[in-house]
């Protein structure tokens, strides 16, 4: 079965405290976009990778991929104004079925293994959303008070999302709408269930300064 990886990268530097968009951010000498890609196409010798990025960054993407010499496995795709338009964006590349993958451009750290199982789940089920427990208190917090809920009970969820491509293409053909938070609760909102799979801790999303030394170190650890 085909596979396709749609790399969302529309994020900008401004939680990092910098102008540099996180995607192109150096992480031992190379953009964090590099390493997710890697991963992708180390997992799966048919993988294709659909890139979504802003128009203003399309050639810094075209760039990378020429430096890797990846151009015939990476299809480029101009991004919108939200994470629902860059996605839809990118699966106007896909025209059969397949299994596709939607990962943030920024869990650099994303394994080779968590791509395989993720795979495998959605071929047999439909889709595999990957999630970890929460480790640290919850507490929902409202305009006047707060109260704790059981931990044991909640999931972080990750990427890549992944789904058979007739449910999400159908899925994404209808409109926006401001609680589209991920690509499993545009799914769930045209009505089909989505079904989660174990994720990784180490599956971190550079979006803070310390994040980027935290991932330096998940990269050692992963390489030594």
């Known amino acids: 079965m085909k596979k396709y990886a749609?790399?969302?990268?529309?994020?900008?530097?401004?939680?990092?405290?910098?102008?540099?968009?996180?995607?192109?951010?150096?992480?031992?000498?190379?953009?964090?976009?590099?390493?997710?890609?890697?991963?992708?196409?180390?997992?799966?010798?048919?993988?294709?990778?659909?890139?979504?990025?802003?128009?203003?960054?399309?050639?810094?993407?075209?760039?990378?991929?020429?430096?890797?010499?990846a151009e015939g496995k990476v299809q480029m795709a101009i991004g919108g104004e939200t994470r629902f338009e860059s996605v839809r964006s990118g699966l106007e590349f896909i025209s059969h079925p397949s299994i596709v993958f939607v990962q943030d451009a920024v869990r650099c750290i994303v394994s080779q293994q968590l791509i395989r199982n993720c795979f495998e789940q959605a071929v047999e089920k439909g889709s595999a959303i990957p999630a970890v427990a929460a480790t640290d208190s919850i507490?929902?917090?409202?305009?006047?008070?707060?109260?704790?809920?059981?931990?044991?009970?909640?999931?972080?969820?990750?990427?890549?999302?992944?789904?058979?491509?007739?449910?999400?293409?159908?899925?994404?053909?209808?409109?926006?709408?401001?609680?589209?938070?991920?690509?499993?609760?545009?799914v769930e909102a045209a009505g089909k269930e989505v079904f989660l799979i174990e994720g990784e801790y180490s599956n971190l999303k550079v979006t803070r300064p310390i994040d980027l030394c935290i991932a330096e170190k998940l990269l050692e650890d992963a390489t030594s």
């Open 139 to 186: 507490r929902i917090a409202g305009e006047i008070s707060h109260h704790t809920i059981d931990r044991t009970k909640v999931r972080i969820i990750q990427t890549p999302q992944t789904f058979q491509s007739e449910i999400l293409s159908a899925a994404f053909k209808q409109a926006y709408n401001s609680s589209f938070t991920d690509e499993a609760t545009v």
């Open 6 to 69: 749609v790399i969302v990268a529309g994020g900008s530097g401004q939680r990092m405290g910098g102008e540099v968009p996180k995607q192109f951010l150096q992480l031992k000498g190379k953009p964090l976009l590099q390493y997710t890609i890697q991963s992708f196409l180390q997992a799966y010798d048919d993988m294709i990778i659909i890139l979504v990025l802003p128009k203003a960054h399309i050639a810094k993407g075209e760039e990378i991929i020429k430096q890797m010499d």
